[in-house]
């Protein structure tokens, strides 16, 4: 009768430590895919901010060139400026498809990504 009693003791003992096995496996999984999603994250914020420089540099040289062929610098500003605007709304409008789907994708492929895929 000690002898079941000690074996069973044994098996309570292994699937607890199963269990608790088990349990830091997850809380490290979900901590790797946590970090990995916050670097994506910050490496995509780091690529926005330099796109916005890029862009509003590239603005400025457009309007100086267009102010030089059309005789008017507020002009060629408004108009670029009126781009911007265009361009704005139509963000606007698509942002569904053009940014909370993709985005809303890329978080979940890198959240459910098998170890196998890396």
Known sequence: M???FTKVEELANSV???I???SELVK???AEKTS???ANLLAILAILMFFTFFIGFGSLALA????T???STWAAYLIIAGLHLVAAFSIWLLRSKLIRFPVMNTMLK???KNDEED
């Open 28 to 30: 490290l999984t979900v």
């Open 69 to 71: 062929y059309m005789g």
């Open 16 to 18: 607890k430590e199963y």
């Open 2 to 4: 000690e002898d079941t």
């Open 20 to 22: 608790n096995n088990r």
């Open 64 to 67: 100086t060139w267009l102010a």
């Open 110 to 112: 890198q959240f459910f």
């Open 36 to 38: 990995m999603l916050i």
